[in-house]
């Protein structure tokens, strides 16, 4: 029979935070600090100062509105086109929106400016994490921990997500410890010290993390998403719901969140749920690895074979390696009584 259990656990989308929080590091301006922003005004062009309209589209990103975070970061971008620092706001605003295809394209223009940018080196590797192809996304990490670090917010948090992505979990939540001693209330670090513990095993602790990060930023969708995960480690899975919803409210295209939910339909037997939710992730990112893999497995145990390999071989197009993909595969040719194909996924998933 298929098999009836979660195909994976909930923290596949447990990364999603990353995505979004290497954007609220400067060197020493924490977003929330520009009092003097006026949400929703045009562009100033008296204070049209490089680093200042960058740290204003920073801080409209951090607070979801994004359409006018952007207008910043072009506003830079018209006459620096190589500002590094503005190209990478504007890439996190854009995967914000849900569009991980061009967020990527730009990080890679930043990296043929500087092939060795920590920023769009983290920043693609946990794109490329989040959407489910972990092999390609070791490579990013892994050259992160290569280069030289400094003492910048933001060096710490690229070392930390590192770290994470390279499930060393107390190195992690080290980095993360770190840019807090300079920037004790940037939201989105202590959403991912929140996840690093709450992956630990530190359920409780994870909490109180997700909990300072909303009361700094009551919009922070991935804040309530990560006091979801927490919540149902505890046991508390109608709350854990309800917490994913509220992140949804927020945030309704959050792919990750999405995602998470879709897995976490799974988990709890409704799989038409589960594959209505990971639909509307693949309406938005036709090729997230993630979202084809719980597609697959909730069409599997519905007794659509045929239908759920496509989603399998799609999946392992994007990460031929993945391990997720290659099991729920295996699962499908035994069903389907290839046992030689089924043994083949068998050895290279135990590598």
Do not use: C, W
Request: overall charge negative; hydrophobic content about 35%.
């Amino acid at each position: 029979m298929f098999r009836t259990s979660s195909p994976f656990r909930v923290y596949i989308g447990l990364f999603v935070i990353l995505v979004g929080s290497l954007l609220y590091f400067t060197d020493g301006i924490y977003g929330l600090s520009l009092s003097t922003i006026v949400l929703g005004q045009e562009v100033s062009t008296t204070n049209n100062n490089s680093t200042s309209l960058i740290n204003q589209g920073k801080y409209l990103d951090n607070i979801g509105n994004y359409t006018d975070a952007i207008e910043y970061f072009d506003k830079v971008l018209s006459s620096e086109p190589n500002n590094t620092d503005a190209l990478h706001g504007k890439g996190l605003t854009i995967d914000n929106l849900g569009n991980h295809t061009k967020a990527v394209d730009i990080y890679d223009e930043i990296l043929t400016i500087d092939p060795n940018n920590m920023d769009a080196l983290a920043s693609k590797g946990v794109i490329l994490f989040n959407t489910g192809n972990h092999t390609e996304a070791m490579k990013y990490f892994k050259k992160v921990l290569t280069l030289n670090p400094n003492t910048t917010n933001r060096s710490m948090f690229d070392k930390g997500v590192s770290y994470y992505g390279l499930k060393n979990y107390q190195n992690a939540i080290n980095y993360f410890e770190k840019a807090l001693k300079t920037d004790s209330n940037n939201a989105l670090t202590l959403n991912n010290l929140g996840f690093a513990l709450d992956i630990s095993g530190n359920h409780t602790e994870a909490m109180k993390y997700f909990d300072l990060a909303t009361k700094i930023n009551p919009n922070n969708a991935n804040a309530y998403y990560g006091k979801a995960l927490a919540v149902d480690h505890l046991g508390n899975q109608s709350k854990a719901l309800m917490l994913m919803d509220k992140a949804l409210s927020i945030n309704p295209n959050n792919t990750f969140a999405l995602t998470g939910k879709a897995d976490y339909l799974y988990k709890l037997r409704n799989f038409t749920g589960a594959m209505i939710y990971a639909d509307k992730t693949l309406l938005i990112d036709p090729i997230n690895t993630n979202a084809l893999i719980v597609k697959g497995f909730a069409l599997g145990i519905s007794g659509n074979h045929t239908e759920a390999m496509k989603y399998f071989n799609q999946a392992l197009e994007n990460d031929p390696e993945n391990t997720d993909a290659l099991s729920g595969k295996e699962v499908i040719l035994n069903e389907l009584g290839n046992h030689t194909e089924a043994m083949k996924n068998f050895k290279i998933r135990h590598q």
